[in-house]
C-alpha cells in the first residue's frame, strides 16, 4: 500500500508562483510514474502532469506546458510540482497520484494511489 500526502496549496495572485509537494511512503513503493491531477468545482478531474520515477521522463497537459515544472527528488520519495505564471483558471484541488502500468498518463482511472489534495486559489 502507498500512501500519498501533498502540500504546498495557497492563496497566489495571478502571475505569481508556487510549489506543490508529494511525498510518497510505503513500504512496497515502487511506482512506475507519480503525477498530478486538479478538480475545480462543478469540473471534472483534469490531467496535470506526470513523470516517470526512473527516467524523469515528463509528459504535460497543454493547458499547462510552459508554465508547470514537474520534477521528483529520489531520496526524499518527493514529487513536485512548479507553477509559474497562474492564471484564475489554475483554480482548484491538485492531487498527487501514482501508477505503476506503462498507461496514457493523462488517464485518471490509470492509477492506483491518490493523496486528499491540496487546494490552490489564484486570485485576479
Known amino acids: 500500500q502507498v500512501q500519498l500526502v501533498e502540500s504546498g496549496g495557497e492563496l497566489v495572485q495571478a502571475g505569481g508562483s508556487l510549489r506543490l509537494s508529494c511525498v510518497a511512503s510505503?513500504?512496497?513503493?515502487?511506482?512506475?510514474?507519480m503525477g498530478w491531477f486538479r478538480q475545480a468545482p462543478g469540473k471534472e478531474r483534469e490531467f496535470v502532469a506526470d513523470i516517470r520515477w526512473s527516467s524523469l521522463n515528463t509528459y504535460y497537459a497543454d493547458s499547462v506546458k510552459g508554465r508547470f515544472t514537474i520534477s521528483r527528488d529520489n531520496a526524499k520519495k518527493t514529487v513536485y510540482l512548479q507553477m509559474n505564471k497562474l492564471k484564475p483558471e489554475d483554480t482548484a484541488v491538485y492531487y498527487c497520484?501514482?501508477?505503476?502500468?506503462?498507461?496514457?498518463?493523462?488517464?485518471?482511472?490509470?492509477?492506483?494511489?491518490w493523496g486528499q489534495g491540496t487546494q490552490v486559489t489564484v486570485s485576479s
Open positions: 497520484a501514482a501508477r505503476d502500468r506503462p498507461v496514457a498518463p493523462y488517464v485518471a482511472e490509470g492509477y492506483d494511489y
Open positions: 510505503g513500504r512496497t513503493f515502487s511506482s512506475y510514474a
